[in-house]
Nanobody
Framework: QVQLVESGGGLVQPGGSLRLSCAASGSIFSINSMAWYRQAPGKERSLVARLSAGGGGANYADSVKGRFTMSREAAKNTVYLEMNNLKPEDTAVYYC???????????????WGKGTLVNVSS
C-alpha cells in the first residue's frame, strides 16, 4: 500500500508564509511525478504546481507564480510547497498527488493525500 500524508497547513494572515510537506510511504519502487492541487469552497480542484522526476523545474499555475515554490527531497520521497505573500484567495484544502510505481508492479498508479487546510485571513 502507498500513502501520501500532507502537513503544514493552518491559519495565516495575508502576506504571510506557510510551508506544506507531503511524504510518500509504502512499497514504492519509483515516483514519476508529484504535484500539489487545491480546492477552495464551492470550486473545483485545480493544479497548483507539479514536479517531474526527470529533472527540470516545477510548473506552476499562473495565480501562484513568483509566490510559491515546490521542491523535492528525493531520498525521503517528500515534496514541499513554500508559499509566500499569501492572499485570501489562496484559502483552500491543499492536496498532494503522485504517480507512483509500487514494488513488483509494471505501471504507475495515481495517488491522492487527504489534504491539509490553508486559511488565509486577518
Amino acid at each position: 500500500q502507498v500513502q501520501l500524508v500532507e502537513s503544514g497547513g493552518g491559519l495565516v494572515q495575508p502576506g504571510g508564509s506557510l510551508r506544506l510537506s507531503c511524504a510518500a510511504s509504502g512499497s514504492i519502487f519509483s515516483i514519476n511525478s508529484m504535484a500539489w492541487y487545491r480546492q477552495a469552497p464551492g470550486k473545483e480542484r485545480s493544479l497548483v504546481a507539479r514536479l517531474s522526476a526527470g529533472g527540470g523545474g516545477a510548473n506552476y499555475a499562473d495565480s501562484v507564480k513568483g509566490r510559491f515554490t515546490m521542491s523535492r527531497e528525493a531520498a525521503k520521497n517528500t515534496v514541499y510547497l513554500e508559499m509566500n505573500n499569501l492572499k485570501p484567495e489562496d484559502t483552500a484544502v491543499y492536496y498532494c498527488n503522485a504517480d507512483i510505481r509500487r514494488l513488483y508492479e509494471i505501471v504507475a498508479v495515481n495517488y491522492w493525500g487527504k489534504g491539509t487546510l490553508v486559511n488565509v485571513s486577518s
